[in-house]
């Protein structure tokens, strides 16, 4: 079974997919695969200079995230040049890393842009981490110390709650206490765990 995990920026599907990681799931998350296929001396991060320049290299030749933020939430234009280029390569990655685990009943994807890019329509399950807008910028300008606006220019480049919502099969609200979240988490785990059990086999017969 593959369960998408998804949630606008800074809802908390990190800390879910880590309790998830913990109790023995296994977890493919594409914000690291999005490192992965960009590594310094990659042809990903190549085609990503030749769209942009080498302005977005720092002094070591690997790819400065945030020069790239700032300009790819400031302009439309530039986020879909570069998810032109990165969603494939992404997506080709994760299905190949989901594979590794097919003798686990599930896999959990997480997938920030599920809602907004189309890929893995194929999930089983959409776990959507819930939170109001203005938690969300308040957890992102505590974690990553950027401003408010740019906070607010990357919420609204993401798809909107009400249609992130609608695409859910489980909803974990993260607006209280991240224990809160915790247990939400742990009783998403047994619901997927029996969801997901196989059948035993058949006994042979005579
Ligand atoms: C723009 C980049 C360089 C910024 O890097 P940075 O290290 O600052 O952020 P990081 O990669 O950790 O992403 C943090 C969050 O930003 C949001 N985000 C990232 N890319 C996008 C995008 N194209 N559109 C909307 N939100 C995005 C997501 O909520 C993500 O979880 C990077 O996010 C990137 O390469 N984005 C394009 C690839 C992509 O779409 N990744 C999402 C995985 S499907
Ligand atoms: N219930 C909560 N109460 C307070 N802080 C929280 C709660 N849940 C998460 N956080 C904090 O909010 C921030 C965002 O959480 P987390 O990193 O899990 O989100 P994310 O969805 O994985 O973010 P991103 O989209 O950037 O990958 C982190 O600093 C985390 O410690």
Known sequence: MLVAL?????????????????????????????????????????????????????????????????????????RERLEAILHPLIEKEARRQVALHREADYVVLVVPLLVESGLFKDADRVVVVDVPESVQIERLVERDNVDRSQAESMLAAQATRPNRL????????????????????????????????????APRMP
């Open 166 to 201: 609608a695409a859910a099969t489980d909803v974990l609200d993260n607006s209280g206490s991240i224990e809160e979240l915790m247990e939400a988490t742990d009783e998403l785990y047994e619901k997927l765990t029996r969801l997901s059990r196989r059948p035993p086999r």
């Open 6 to 78: 998804t949630g606008g920026v800074a809802s908390g599907k990190t800390s879910v997919s880590d309790r998830l990681s913990a109790r023995g799931v296994p977890v493919v998350d594409t914000d690291l695969i999005a490192r992965q296929v960009v590594a310094p001396g990659s042809p990903g991060l190549n085609r990503v200079v030749e769209a942009f320049g080498p302005e977005i290299l720092d002094s070591s030749g690997a790819l400065d995230r945030r020069a790239l933020r700032e300009r790819v939430f400031a302009r439309p234009e530039a």
